[in-house]
């Protein structure tokens, strides 16, 4: 339901009509490639992308080439895996619109926060290592809705250049607890000029909002600052343009993302990053022998020596066993067309929405922007018992997730997900509520949701 107080509409949908749907789907071959659990309806791509039989092949490829060409195979193994970072940041380029060398599969997520946002301070005036250390300290311009890792990791990196994040760490507040507001984050830039780096989700995590990301660009470049974003929950599932955000081919400053979710890695598969050219050739934070010059990396020097590329933001050697399940997930990616998986996307959200205005009751509600310009990949359904309202569905074979104080986020990922599931899924929460089998369950007391 909206939030409204009206009384639940007759349903007009039918299974028939999800049905339907699905024959006109022209990416519903894709299914065939993933190990959908049987029985289930798998609705949380948003937290775990299920394992598509590309990447499963790719992994045995190179556990092959570990088997058959130990160590020759950081040169021997096709792709060579010395270069294999930057082989699979060709590959992810064009889904974040973005050239090859600016891209690179590395680190975890919160590794790459910590990496570039430690990069980009000690340019700034006001930090130890920046071009003018006795100026006034540079802020780090967020919202008070992000994932809590990227507030650990600019936190931390704030610490260590003897800077206090309390007063450096500045939160754009939102309006409604659902959302970020972008004019709210060009309000604080006029307010505050100390303000070096804005670092923004493209997708905020709990609602499914997706910002402007152009507009963000945009407005941290105008007010001097650079502009990063965290994708974590829009990589592969929408088109973005980060080499051209901002107008003017300005382009995002940095991005990071992690490859588990609508990217189907695999649990803790090797994160991916971006950085600008125009940024090519800054000494990275956390430098490794990874990111050295591969040309010279062997030679073993004390000195590092810059690979040139986004590839310098590479610290320890890559892990090629939570790596090498991208290459053949990205494939099925790339075939597809990102513009066709994003247009899938907003159909099956779109139908979710629809369903859950039309057959749930009042204390239901959509916190998701409903604007395909201003949504992500998932829809926050809001419930005062969502938490027991997720654990009956899982239950009942529908898996979704819970987060804090009342979302169950519903994930129709765009691969492998049909209209009629969809449908089922929302058939059953209306049971489950009708039935009041939620209140069957204990109130939320932890674990993994």
Known sequence: MTDTDSPRAESTSTVEDARDRDESDPLAGYRDHFAVPEGERYMDGNSLGLAPDTALATLERVVDEWRDLAIRGWEAADPDWFHYGEHLGDLLAPLVGADPDEVVVANSTTVNIHTLIGTFLDTLPGTPAGPDPSADPPAVLVNDLDFPTDHYAIRA???QRGLDPDEQLV???????????????????????DVG?????????????????DRITAAA??????????CAHSVGAVDHALGDAGGDDEGADFAVWCSYKYLNGGPGATAGLYVHERHHGTTPALAGWWGNDKATQFEMRHTYDHAGTAGAWQ??????????PIEGAVELIREAGIE???????????????????????????????????????VAIEHPEGFRVSEALRD?????DFRPPNVVRVCPAPLYTRFEDVYRVVETIEGIVDADAHREYDPRDGGVT
């Open 157 to 159: 990196q704030l610490r």
């Open 340 to 378: 066709r998986v994003r247009e899938k996307s907003l159909a099956l959200t779109d139908y979710l929405i629809e369903l859950v205005d039309e057959r749930l009751g009042d204390d239901f509600s959509v916190g998701t922007p409903r604007e395909h310009a201003r949504r992500g990949g998932h």
């Open 221 to 230: 470049h105008d007010h001097g600052a650079l502009a990063g974003f965290d």
């Open 315 to 324: 610290i320890g050697t890559v892990p090629m066993l939570s790596s090498a």
């Open 197 to 213: 780096i804005v670092f923004m989700p493209s997708v905020l995590y709990r609602s499914g909002q997706l910002l402007d990301v």
């Open 396 to 400: 009942r074979d529908v898996v979704v």
């Open 171 to 193: 939160a754009v507040e939102s309006r409604d607890g659902r959302t970020i507001d972008e004019a709210d984050v060009e309000a604080v830039l006029r307010e505050r000029d």
